[in-house]
C-alpha cells in the first residue's frame, strides 16, 4: 500500500499533469449528460406512474423487470448497442441513475395529502394548475433526494463503465494505473472521484434546499 506522502506527490502531480483537464471534463460531461437525461425521464414517467393507474399497469411490469438488472450488466450490451464507447458510457450512466430517481418521484407523487389535491379541484383547479401548485410541491422533497441518491449511482456506474470501455475519464486513469502498477495514481484517483461525487450531491442537495423551502422549515421545527 502507499504511503501518505506518496499519494500526496501522485496527487500534486497529477494536478499539474494536463491529463487532469481532459480526464475531469471527460467524466463530468459523461455524468451530466446521463444523469440530465435520466432526470427529465425519471421525473415525468414517475409523475405519469403515480397519478395514474392505466400509466402504472402498463409501464411499472417492464420497468420493474429492468431494475433489478445491475447497470454493470449493461455493458457488453450498451458497447453493442451504440456506435461509439461515449454513447455506451452515458447510456450506463443514464441506467444508474434513472430509477433512485423514478421510484422517488414516484413515491413522492402518491404521498401527496389527498385533501390538498381535493381541496385544489373544489376551487376550480385545473389539471395543470393542481400538477403545478400541489403535486410538484408536495412531491418535491422525494425527488431531490431520489435526484441525490441517483447522483451517486451515476458516478458509480460511470466509473466501471470508464474502467472496462473508456479512454480518456477518472475512471480510466484508475484503471490503467493499476495496470502500470502506480498504486499511489489508484489511490489518488480514488479521491477524485469521492470529492467529485461528494461535491455533485452537496450541490443537489444545496439546490433541493433552495426550491423548497418550506420544507427545510418543517425538519428544522422538528
Known sequence: MPTPV?????????????????????????????????????????IAIGRSRR??????????????????????????????????????????????????????????????????????????????EVILPGAAPNIVTGLAVGMGTSWFCLITAEMISGQFGIGYYTWESYTLQNYSDIVVGMILIGLLGMGSSYLLRRLGAALTPWHTIEEARR
Open 6 to 46: 506518496d499519494v500526496l506527490e501522485a496527487g500534486i502531480a497529477f494536478l499539474k499533469s494536463p491529463k487532469i483537464v481532459n480526464d475531469v471534463s471527460s467524466s463530468l460531461m459523461r455524468v451530466f449528460a446521463g444523469y440530465g437525461v435520466a432526470a427529465l425521464i425519471g421525473i415525468a414517467l414517475g
Open 55 to 132: 400509466a402504472s399497469d402498463i409501464l411499472m411490469p417492464p420497468l420493474e423487470l429492468m431494475r433489478p438488472i445491475p447497470a454493470v450488466a449493461w455493458i457488453p450490451l450498451a458497447v453493442l448497442m451504440f456506435p461509439s464507447s461515449e454513447l455506451s458510457m452515458i447510456y450506463i450512466t443514464f441506467i444508474g441513475a434513472l430509477f433512485p430517481i423514478l421510484l422517488n418521484t414516484i413515491h413522492g407523487v402518491e404521498s401527496v395529502d389527498q385533501r390538498l389535491i381535493a381541496s385544489a379541484r373544489s376551487l376550480g383547479g385545473t389539471r395543470t394548475a393542481l400538477l403545478r
